[in-house]
């Protein structure tokens, strides 16, 4: 059945594209051109909402009522803004994997995209590692990696308030070798117009409110568990006992930090889903965003 949903997502794709019912390209510069453009984009969405609803792996698990209206509103009052991308989910769920194929996908169309993991934003702890010996001593004696306090929430803020202003910014850097140790100001991230934002920190209280669209990526535990301890053997070189704890801490933290945040999420999607089918509904969403009266926006 899947590969049926691929083969008739892809019929869509041609359809629009052969289509001869083109609407004019409206004129972005006027907001009654905006208005249109926003009307137009509502009810080819809701089409493709109800499509994947029908789907052996429906992609859309929650959509919030007021997603839709309130992200129109949103591009015709303020087109010059932009459009911030918030992606959250508990650890192994797949967003970094949805968060990639995302920003690929614009990527293959030409569309500038710029991408900031708010892993980058954890404080700098090498003073407490160095204390404690190693950052699994750290943890093991009490210390909560992903509590809001041991984000720079102030700096994260103040950042993605100057992005979505379309100003370049120079992030923190976290070293992923164990050392616990952030460089401030080193990567450099460019204001294009869409912004993807990946990582729990995206939902803390303070920060929620700068997207424009609130990702939540859920996924079965099963599936999250089996990723997490492939991901700690292979790539992080743990050991049976030290994963396990770690896993246990994930769990915990999950139910804290991050579950809460599926209630306010504009979108849920399921980390489950097959990629290319995925990816079939971003072109999808870029072929009905550009195919007017054989221009492009």
Not at 135 to 145: C, K, Q, S, T
Request: charge should be negative.
């Amino acid at each position: 059945m899947l590969e049926d949903d691929k083969d008739g997502l892809h019929h869509l794709i041609e359809e629009e594209l052969n289509s001869n019912d083109k609407i004019l390209k409206p004129d972005f510069s006027k907001q009654a051109g905006r208005e249109l453009l926003a009307f137009y984009l509502q009810s080819k969405f809701r089409q493709l909402i109800m499509y994947d609803s029908k789907a052996s792996r429906p992609i859309f698990r929650n959509i919030s009522e007021d997603f839709l209206r309130n992200f129109s509103k949103r591009l015709v009052v303020t087109p010059e803004k932009r459009i911030m991308i918030g992606i959250t989910g508990e650890s192994a769920s797949g967003k970094s994997t949805m968060c990639k194929a995302i920003s690929n996908v614009i990527k293959s169309f030409k569309m500038p995209v710029s991408i900031l993991a708010t892993d980058s934003y954890f404080n700098d702890i090498s003073d407490l590692i160095a204390k404690f010996g190693s950052f699994d001593n750290l943890r093991d004696n009490g210390y909560d990696v992903d509590s809001p306090e041991s984000f720079q929430l102030d700096v994260l803020k103040e950042d993605l308030t100057t992005l979505s202003k379309g100003r370049d910014i120079y992030a923190p850097q976290y070293l992923p070798n164990g050392t616990g140790v952030s460089m401030p100001k080193s990567q450099f991230v460019p204001s294009n117009k869409i912004i993807i934002v990946e990582g729990m920190a995206t939902m803390y209280e303070t920060i929620k409110d700068i997207f424009d669209i609130k990702v939540y990526v859920e996924t079965d535990l099963d599936t999250r568990k089996e990723r997490f301890l492939h991901r700690a053997f292979t790539e992080r070189n743990q050991d049976f006992e030290n994963a396990k704890k770690h896993w246990d801490y994930i769990l915990d933290a999950g139910k804290k930090y991050v579950q809460p945040a599926r209630e306010f999420a504009d979108v849920v999607l399921n980390g489950n889903t097959d990629m290319e089918y995925f990816c079939q509904l971003l072109e999808y969403i870029h072929t009905i965003t550009n195919n007017f009266s054989g221009q492009t926006l």
